[in-house]
């Protein structure tokens, strides 16, 4: 079975360009997150969804950052403009059902730098 | 905010030895998780422990639950430097959403 895929996998830009990001989850999980991971620390929580409706988006910096899930799939997130504290790993996750007992499945991340 | 610390944050070991890594918070969480993560991937999930003073053991790898639900470690025994990573623990609290820490990197010396 395929895990959480995202595309791409690095990305190099200058400071207020756009960028933009894609996940697809594993097939069959209604439960998509969108994390972002500084150096060193722990990923935090940007945006939940549970299929096409965001559920959580009060971690969102919505003056640049925006996201959306089509027909409860695929996802994408976007940064426009990008600044220079936007460079970090930005992981894609996915779940069949949020909570309690949940195990969310981490693609293996977009590795952004802006310069 | 809940909050959780890791520590230590860098822990380097000679192969064969042992180590605890602890997370604590001021919280409670109705659960607690404990990834790794390896370079370039993302975080795999390891165990989850929900009852406080649960203890779980993964082979090698020994995690409690303090009985709180406020504070959890990960001890592993006879470290391998396959057990080279990121481990991160990260809580469930009352808003449903995973709290992660700030992860403590461990490397294990051949």
């Known amino acids: 079975e395929a895990g959480v895929v995202q595309s791409p996998r690095y990305k190099i830009i200058e400071k207020k360009q756009p960028v933009a990001f894609w996940c697809n989850p594993i097939s069959g999980h209604n439960t998509l997150y969108w994390y972002r991971q500084n150096l060193g620390q722990g990923p935090e929580l940007l945006i939940r969804y549970e299929n096409e409706e965001a559920v959580d988006d009060s971690q969102l910096p919505k003056d640049r950052f925006s996201a959306e899930r089509l027909k409860g799939v695929d996802s994408t997130l976007k940064i426009q403009p990008a600044e220079l504290g936007d460079s970090a790993v930005y992981l894609c996750?996915?779940?069949?059902?949020?909570?309690?007992?949940?195990?969310?499945?981490f693609g293996p991340g977009t590795r952004l730098l802006v310069l | 905010t809940q909050l959780l610390e890791q520590s230590p944050q860098f822990l380097s070991i000679q192969e064969g030895e042992n180590l605890t890594v602890y997370c604590n918070s001021s919280?409670?969480?109705?659960?607690l998780q404990w990834y790794r993560q390896e370079p370039g991937e993302g975080p795999v999930l390891l165990v989850t422990v929900v009852t406080g003073g649960e203890v779980k053991k993964l082979k090698r790898l020994t995690f409690q639950f303090g009985d709180a639900r406020k504070d959890s470690s990960l001890h592993i025994t006879a470290a391998q430097p396959g057990d080279t990573g990121l481990y991160l623990c990260?809580?469930?609290?009352?808003?449903?959403?995973?709290?992660f820490g700030s992860g403590t990197q461990l490397t294990v010396l051949p």
């Open positions: 919280s409670v969480f109705s659960s």
């Open positions: 996750a996915s779940s069949l059902v949020a909570g309690a007992g949940e195990t969310q499945y």
């Open positions: 990260a809580g469930r609290g009352s808003a449903r959403q995973l709290t």
